[in-house]
């Protein structure tokens, strides 16, 4: 565990390390386009860890109506294991309380059995199937969801 995780909203001075993010842990990853696309719109919800004066990972999600949906959440390879996500969805999770939304919501890879554990740690519940959600390689992917309903 890391006790000197910040997480800061995203902005523009992150981007460059979010593309270097995206391209080690993600098949499909987002560009530094899309990325910034996200600074302007009114419901995004981006989040940048930073752990020894450097970014660490990042969540980012879209509040639609009270319902959060959780786009990505990544960490770096060295920060892996260190509370990093833990941190980036507690705080992702604290925000939806405060705003008063009705739950939040993800997919993941079946395979990725560290992001999973880590969702379920937080109370998140499996919900569903997507086939073949993903590409590269081609994987299902489940549905967790948080309900905050009578957390907040």
Same mark, same amino acid.
């Given at each position: 565990?890391?006790?000197? =995780?910040?997480?800061?909203?995203?902005?523009?001075?992150?981007?460059?390390?979010?593309?270097?993010?995206?391209?080690?842990?993600?098949?499909?990853?987002?560009?530094?386009? *899309?990325?910034?696309?996200?600074?302007?719109?009114? +419901?995004?919800?981006?989040?940048?860890?930073?752990?020894?004066?450097?970014?660490?990972?990042? =969540? &980012? *999600?879209?509040?639609?109506?009270?319902?959060?949906?959780? !786009? +990505?959440?990544?960490?770096?390879?060295?920060?892996?294991?260190?509370?990093? &996500?833990?941190?980036?969805?507690?705080?992702?999770?604290?925000?939806?309380?405060?705003?008063?939304?009705?739950?939040?919501?993800?997919?993941?890879?079946?395979? +990725?059995?560290? *992001?999973?554990?880590?969702?379920?740690?937080? &109370?998140?519940?499996?919900?569903?199937?997507?086939? +073949?959600?993903?590409?590269?390689?081609?994987? !299902?992917?489940? =549905?967790?969801?948080?309900?905050?309903?009578?957390?907040?």
């Amino acid at each position: 565990m890391i006790n000197d =995780i910040k997480i800061v909203p995203m902005d523009e001075s992150h981007l460059k390390d979010l593309v270097l993010l995206e391209k080690q842990c993600f098949s499909v990853p987002w560009s530094e386009n *899309a990325l910034r696309a996200e600074l302007e719109k009114e +419901n995004s919800r981006f989040f940048v860890a930073i752990t020894k004066d450097e970014v660490s990972g990042y =969540i &980012g *999600a879209n509040n639609v109506l009270g319902e959060v949906y959780i !786009d +990505n959440i990544a960490v770096f390879y060295n920060y892996r294991e260190f509370g990093v &996500g833990t941190a980036l969805l507690k705080h992702l999770i604290n925000v939806s309380k405060e705003e008063n939304c009705d739950f939040l919501t993800l997919e993941v890879r079946v395979s +990725n059995k560290p *992001a999973r554990k880590l969702y379920e740690k937080l &109370g998140f519940k499996e919900v569903g199937l997507r086939k +073949n959600f993903y590409d590269q390689p081609r994987e !299902d992917g489940i =549905i967790y969801t948080l309900y905050l309903g009578e957390d907040k």
